[in-house]
C-alpha cells in the first residue's frame, strides 16, 4: 500500500494514521497452513524534527501445524512495526530504513517485512509438547503409548537376568 506523506512531509510533530490489510497471498511459511483472518497492519507515521517514523502493529490469525506431535492449531500474529523512512541512506547499516519514492512510501513493503522477519522457525501447539512416539507415532500429549524403551546393549545381559524371574 503507498501512502503520500505530502501533508506531513515538512511539518514537524504531524503524523498520518493508516490501517489497511496486508496482502499474504505471495507467502508461506513452514508449519502454516494459512491465514485464518486477514492480517491487517495498523498505526502511524510521525514526523520527528524531520524524521519520519513508522510504528504501528500486525495483527491477525494463522492455521498452524504443530512441529512436534503434527496437530492443528490456531495462533494469533501480534507482530510490531517500526521503521524509519528517509528519502536517501546516510548509512548502509542502518536497519529498518526504507527509501521514500517522492512523497509517497509503501507500507505494505514494511509490513510484510516485519511478518517475515517476526514469523517462528517452527511452530508448537504448546511449550511443553511430547510431540510423538519415534517407534508407533502415537501423540504422547493424549498419554503414554505400549512401546518399550530401547535398552543400552551394554545392559542386555542384566536385562536377560530380571526376565528369567
Known amino acids: ?48 524534527a524531520g524524521a519520519l517514523c513508522v510504528t504501528g502493529k500486525l495483527r491477525g490469525e494463522m492455521d498452524c501445524i504443530c512441529a512436534r506431535c503434527l496437530k492443528e492449531f490456531r495462533r494469533e500474529l501480534h507482530i510490531p512495526i517500526e521503521a524509519f523512512l528517509a528519502e536517501e541512506l546516510q548509512d548502509e547499516e542502518l536497519e529498518d530504513t526504507y527509501l521514500l519514492d517522492g512523497d509517497y512510501a509503501d507500507l505494505g513493503e514494511i509490513a510484510t517485512t516485519a511478518l517475515v522477519l517476526n514469523m517462528d522457525q517452527r511452530f508448537l501447539c504448546s511449550e511443553n509438547c511430547k510431540g510423538l512416539c519415534p517407534k508407533c507415532g502415537k501423540n504422547l500429549n493424549d498419554g503414554p503409548c505400549e512401546c518399550r524403551e530401547d535398552q543400552d546393549p551394554r545392559l542386555a545381559v542384566l536385562a536377560q537376568l530380571l526376565e528369567k524371574d
Open 1 to 48: 500500500m503507498r501512502i503520500s506523506l505530502k501533508d506531513i512531509i515538512e511539518i514537524s510533530g504531524a503524523f498520518l494514521p493508516f490501517s489497511f490489510e496486508v496482502d499474504t497471498s505471495g507467502l508461506e511459511f513452514e508449519g502454516v497452513r494459512g491465514f485464518s483472518s486477514p492480517v491487517t497492519a495498523s498505526g502511524e507515521i510521525r514526523n520527528h
